[in-house]
T-cell receptor, first 114, second 114 residues
Framework: GAGVSQSPSNKVTEKGKDVELRCDPI?????LYWYRQSLGQGLEFLIY????????KSGLPSDRFSAERTGGSVSTLTIQRTQQEDSAVYLC????????????FGPGTRLLVL | GNSVTQMEGPVTLSEEAFLTINCTYT??????LFWYVQYPGEGLQLLLK?????DKGSNKGFEATYRKETTSFHLEKGSVQVSDSAVYFC?????????????FGQGTELSVKP
């Protein structure tokens, strides 16, 4: 079946602009996660959705970052007033909402802020 | 808080050599443990996992045993191939009855030479 998909695959933006990153999870997966992969920080958790609610937003680095999920499916991560330190690969993962379930990752969106 | 410490890379081996990548963790309760692999130009994919103490995860000739007494989950392979060249991430999942974020180690880059 189809895996996790993300769009766009690459995004170049200017400092100060807003960007939206999209994630389509595997059908039937109720849990959805956003992570960020950067050279200096490795793989960092950002936010976790259980259905349409976000019980864990502890990894969002600032109030410029927000995310939503609608219909228990697609999620959008929005970064407002982008900064150069936001440059990274943003990864989305999904899983069944059960203990110890494997998270399946999408290919990521590579964001470059000039 | 929970954390993962992973052997630093890069690791360079000759084909058919024995591989060990060390991973230790700090956590409360009984978390799940994972190894993910990222091949060049590709997304993160699950290599193996273990969900309780003394479990052994295995896949593609790789093995790791969940050792609660030493809080370790070292990755091993008896004979590596060039195609195993990738970045390997050890990860800690949440214990309990719900899903939740993964905490990743910094990653270990493996390069296998013919």
């Amino acid at each position: 079946g189809a895996g996790v998909s993300q769009s766009p695959s690459n995004k170049v933006t200017e400092k100060g602009k807003d960007v939206e990153l999209r994630c389509d999870p595997i059908s039937g997966h109720t849990a959805l996660y956003w992570y960020r992969q950067s050279l200096g920080q490795g793989l960092e958790f950002l936010i976790y959705f259980q259905g349409n609610s976000a019980p864990d937003k502890s990894g969002l680095p600032s109030d410029r970052f927000s995310a939503e999920r609608t219909g228990g499916s697609v999620s959008t991560l929005t970064i407002q007033r982008t900064q150069q330190e936001d440059s990274a690969v943003y990864l989305c993962a999904s899983s069944l909402e059960r203990a110890q379930e494997t998270q399946y990752f999408g290919p990521g969106t590579r964001l470059l802020v000039l | 808080g929970n954390s993962v410490t992973q052997m630093e890379g890069p690791v360079t081996l000759s084909e058919e050599a024995f591989l060990t990548i060390n991973c230790t963790y700090t956590a409360t309760g009984y978390p799940s443990l994972f190894w993910y692999v990222q091949y060049p130009g590709e997304g993160l994919q699950l290599l193996l996992k273990a969900t309780k103490a003394d479990d052994k995860g295995s896949n593609k000739g790789f093995e790791a045993t969940y050792r609660k007494e030493t809080t370790s989950f070292h990755l091993e392979k008896g004979s590596v191939q060039v195609s195993d060249s990738a970045v390997y991430f050890c990860a800690l999942g949440r214990s309990g009855n719900q899903g939740g974020k993964l905490i990743f180690g910094q990653g270990t880059e493996l390069s296998v030479k013919p």
